[in-house]
C-alpha cells in the first residue's frame, strides 16, 4: 500500500518519536510511506475557536497535499487530528458552497485514517512484531473514541505485543482535561480533570501510559512529571515501532 504521513503540528514541532515510530511500523510490514513535505495544520485549533475561514483555507491545503491518486491512504499518529479531518472537514467544505472542494473533501477523507484503524480494521494487522517488556495502561482519548469509533483496535494491538504487562485502566473513559484550547479557556477545570485520571493511572501500579494522541500524552505527562510519580507516557506507535533488539 502507498501511505503519506500526516505527521501533525505536534508530531513536527515537539513529538517527532511518534511519527518516526509509525513510519518505521508501517515500513517493517512492507508498506511504502511517503511525507509530503507541503503540509501543514489541519485546522483543528482554528475550526474549534470560531476561525472557520482560517481552518477552510488549512482543509484547502490538505486536500491539495495529500489528495493525489498517488496515495491510497494518509495515516495519522493522533486521533484527534484524523477526526477533524473526518468529521469537521465535510462541514467545512459543505458551508463554503464550493462545489469543487465538497467533492475532493468526500473523496479524500474516507482514505484518513489514524494510525490503529489503518493497522487493525483496514490492514487486518494487530501482530506487527513488537516487543516491549514493561507495565502499561492504555488512555482512550475523546476524538479516537467519540468521534473516529477506532473501539478495541489499540488494545487489539497493545495485547499483541509481545513481553508487555497490559493493565485495564479504571474510568478509563474520562476525558484527561486537555482539550486543545479547552486547557487554557478552563485551567481550574481541566487541572480537575486531569487530577482523577493521574489518580486512575496511579492506581494501576504502570510503568508507562499510553495512547493515540501526543497532545493528551504531553497533558498526562506534564501532571506525572510535576507529581514526579516515575510513570513515563509513550505514544502507542512507539511501543508498536519496539523491538527485542533495540
Not at 124 to 133: L, N, S
Amino acid at each position: 500500500m502507498r501511505i503519506a504521513l500526516f505527521a501533525t503540528c505536534l508530531g513536527d514541532t515537539l513529538f517527532p518519536g511518534a511519527a518516526i515510530a509509525t513510519v518505521r511500523v508501517l515500513e517493517r510490514l512492507g508498506h511504502s510511506v511517503a511525507f509530503p513535505q507541503e503540509q501543514t495544520c489541519c485546522g483543528q485549533m482554528h475550526s474549534n475557536s470560531g476561525y472557520e475561514a482560517q481552518a477552510r483555507g488549512l482543509a484547502r491545503r490538505f486536500v491539495a497535499t495529500f489528495g493525489s491518486d498517488e496515495f491510497d491512504a494518509v495515516v495519522a499518529p493522533s486521533g484527534s487530528c484524523a477526526a477533524m479531518v473526518r468529521d469537521q472537514y465535510p462541514r467545512l467544505a459543505a458551508s463554503s458552497g464550493d462545489d469543487q472542494l465538497t467533492n475532493a473533501v468526500a473523496g479524500l477523507t474516507p482514505r484518513v485514517f489514524e494510525l490503529s484503524q489503518l493497522l487493525v480494521n483496514e490492514l487486518g494487522i494487530e501482530d506487527v512484531g513488537a516487543y516491549y517488556p514493561h507495565r502499561v495502561t492504555y488512555h482512550p482519548t475523546c476524538h479516537s473514541l467519540r468521534l473516529l469509533h477506532v473501539g478495541d483496535a489499540p488494545l487489539r494491538l497493545l495485547r499483541a505485543v509481545r513481553g508487555i504487562d497490559l493493565i485495564e485502566l479504571g474510568e478509563a473513559e474520562s476525558c484527561c482535561g486537555f482539550g486543545g484550547t479547552f486547557a487554557v479557556k478552563n485551567a481550574d477545570t481541566s487541572a480537575a480533570m486531569l487530577t482523577d485520571k493521574l489518580r486512575a493511572i496511579l492506581d494501576t501500579g504502570a510503568e508507562v501510559c499510553t495512547a493515540l494522541d501526543s497532545s493528551c500524552l504531553m497533558q498526562i505527562g506534564g501532571g506525572l512529571s510535576r507529581q514526579r510519580a516515575g510513570v513515563r507516557t509513550v505514544h502507542l506507535a512507539e511501543i508498536l515501532a519496539s523491538q527485542e533488539d533495540q
